[in-house]
């Protein structure tokens, strides 16, 4: 399979878990969280994932993440230091910002949730 990294600045995860979970698209994914304060996503999937393919994820208080918690002041719309990156078998993609992100100031409700996409 491929991994992609999510780095998350002011998020955090329980450290070592590999949660299984599935994307919007049906594509199993398994989570886990490491780095200086369990700041840094990395999801492996059981298959490849083609070039270019959308690749979705939503996050909510009813999901899979048990255990993740949010920066303590919330994020921006279009936060800059949200990254991926891949070592993928198609090629390399270097830690790039997220071209959209949501602001957001807590999971209040089941209803809530982020999307990173």
Not at 31 to 43: E, K, Q, R, V
């Given at each position: 399979g491929?991994?992609?990294r999510l780095?998350?600045?002011g998020f955090a995860g329980p450290y070592g878990a590999e949660l299984?979970?599935?994307?919007?698209?049906g594509k199993r994914v398994f989570?886990?969280?490491?780095?200086?304060?369990?700041?840094?996503?990395?999801?492996t999937t059981t298959t490849t994932?083609?070039?270019?393919?959308?690749?979705?994820?939503?996050v909510s208080p009813t999901?899979?993440?048990t255990?993740?918690?949010?920066?303590s002041r919330g994020t921006y719309q279009n936060q800059v230091d949200f990254t991926i990156e891949t070592n993928a078998?198609?090629?390399p993609v270097f830690p790039t910002p997220f071209i959209a992100t949501q602001a957001i100031t807590g999971f209040d409700t089941p209803a809530s949730s982020l999307k990173f996409g």
């Open positions: 491929e991994v992609v780095s998350l600045p299984p979970f599935m994307t919007k698209s989570a886990s969280w490491s780095g200086s304060g369990s700041t840094l996503l990395s999801l994932i083609a070039a270019y393919y959308p690749f979705e994820l939503q999901s899979a993440w255990g993740i918690r949010l920066p078998v198609d090629g």
